[in-house]
């Protein structure tokens, strides 16, 4: 009896091994490396860009910060536990990974989520007080 379960992380893992044998044997290269995306435009109107998920958690969980568009991919939005789009008070665009690399840049780590949000008043050193940071 095998144990083998063949599932699609197998047959991935396997296509990795056949490229790797292949190119060590004089055969084309396994990988072509992606071309890296600049980072776009910044943000208008004196809007603030934030990404990644504990970030952008943060900022939906803060009544003072005023939010004017997200966009997120499918697993994002789950990770999020954001049920639906539509229900959130600002604009909601739902996307694919490489959408939100055009803006950020492929070297950012977005994990899919990207909001434009008003900047938050800065406080001054001594008002912080005891605050926990």
Known sequence: MSDKT?????THYAKLRRAYR?????????????QPVPPGENAA??????????TVRAALD??????RKMLVTRNAAERLE???L???????ELVEP???????GSDAVHQGVLIEAEP?????????????L
């Not at 490489?98 to 950020?104: A, G, M, P, V």
């Not at 938050?120 to 605050?131: C, E, I, N, Q, T």
């Open 6 to 10: 063949n599932t699609p992380k197998d």
């Open 22 to 34: 292949d190119e060590k044997s004089g055969g084309a290269p396994a990988f072509r490396p992606r």
């Open 45 to 54: 109107d004196g809007l603030v860009r934030l990404y990644g998920l504990h």
């Open 62 to 67: 803060n009544p003072r910060r005023k939010i």
């Open 82 to 84: 954001i049920a639906d």
């Open 86 to 92: 539509a229900a959130l008070p600002f604009k909601t």
């Open 98 to 104: 490489r959408d939100i690399d055009k803006i950020t």
């Open 120 to 132: 938050l008043k800065a406080k001054r050193l001594d008002a912080l007080g005891d605050a926990n």
